[in-house]
């Protein structure tokens, strides 16, 4: 057994929209695919070129999917019995993405699809995300880099326009 110390960059945007308005710019920055569909398409014998193509037709124009959004805020709220905070966890990426990192860095696929933390607090609205460059840095695959800093920006121009 290893560990290996990872320093984690944290990227956090504060906005002063409301909750409301910064989650649905974000899941109109998401493309909706059918995740069953695609998952089926991963195991069974449909060939590589046609997993791409519905992966393609499920992302946005970023490149990027939602997995699974969570209300992470429902949780916090039960204890309370009020309507604050209101928090939501997106699970957004593309497996096209992952692949890329992944067969340079088998560890990146401990990373992706990645969190993006949007929550409500007394000075505004919060988006958070921890960036794949620095999950992958420690391992020093320029490839694998180079793909995690494309998504990062991704995630950044998401973040930026659900803030703004």
């Known amino acids: 057994m290893s560990t290996r110390k990872i320093n ?8 002063s929209k409301p909750f409301d308005a910064v989650i649905s710019v974000v899941e109109q920055s998401i493309g909706r695919p059918n995740i069953a569909e695609i998952g089926r398409a991963v195991s069974d014998s449909t060939p590589f070129s046609e997993f791409e193509r519905m992966v393609s ?16 805020g429902a949780v916090l709220r039960k204890e309370s019995g009020l309507s604050s905070p209101r928090a939501a966890r997106f699970l957004i ?28 607090r007394s000075d505004g609205v919060h988006l958070g995300y921890d960036k794949v460059a620095s ?4 391992y020093g695959n320029a490839k694998a880099l180079a793909v995690a800093r494309d998504l990062d920006g991704k995630i950044e121009k998401l973040m930026r326009a659900a803030a703004e």
């Open 135 to 138: 999950f992958l840095a420690p």
């Open 57 to 72: 037709r499920g992302t946005s124009a970023l490149g990027l999917m939602l997995f699974m959004k969570l209300d992470v």
């Open 93 to 120: 990426g593309n497996p096209l993405i992952m692949k890329e990192m992944a067969k340079h860095v088998p560890e990146a696929a401990s990373y992706a699809p990645i969190t993006l933390l949007v929550d409500e």
């Open 8 to 15: 984690i960059e944290r990227l956090t945007l504060v906005s």
